[in-house]
């Protein structure tokens, strides 16, 4: 039986391409759940519901900079990979790599609770 041989670069420019490929994802559907709360918006002038409005809408900004904070982080560290061209990642590389997952992993569950804490929201609403 061979073994195979997987290099810790080419690992991490992988996660990095899928991290990439999801965040993009993410701002499709942040942008998707903006438009949903615009619509809503459009029928509704209560007072309560646009106080929790304009904190959703905060929270959708804040996850667009994230986002972007994130893709920043993604491509810093595929510049470190670079560098790290043929030869063994040093530890710096691997600590950064391993935030980045621990930050996309939160992201994502942070993500989704939010948008299912918004979907829940406007299911039991009585606009």
């Known amino acids: 039986m061979s073994s195979i041989k997987i290099y810790q670069t080419d690992q ?4 990095n391409k ?9 701002k499709v559907e942040n942008a998707i759940l903006k438009n949903r709360l615009s619509e809503v918006l459009d029928q509704s002038s209560d007072k309560t519901f646009l106080n929790l ?19 920043h982080e993604i491509n810093a560290q595929e ?14 590389i691997i600590q950064r790599q391993e935030k980045l997952r621990n930050e996309m992993e939160f992201f994502e569950n942070d993500f989704n609770n939010l948008k299912n804490g918004f979907n ?8």
């Open 12 to 15: 991490f420019r992988h996660e």
């Open 18 to 26: 899928t991290w990439r490929r999801l965040l993009d994802f993410f």
């Open 53 to 71: 409005a304009e904190q959703f809408q905060n929270k959708f900004i804040i996850k667009d900079d994230y986002i972007d904070e994130l893709k």
């Open 79 to 92: 510049e470190w990979l670079k560098l790290a061209e043929n030869k063994l990642p040093g530890k710096k």
């Open 120 to 127: 829940k929201y406007l299911s039991a609403a009585q606009l």
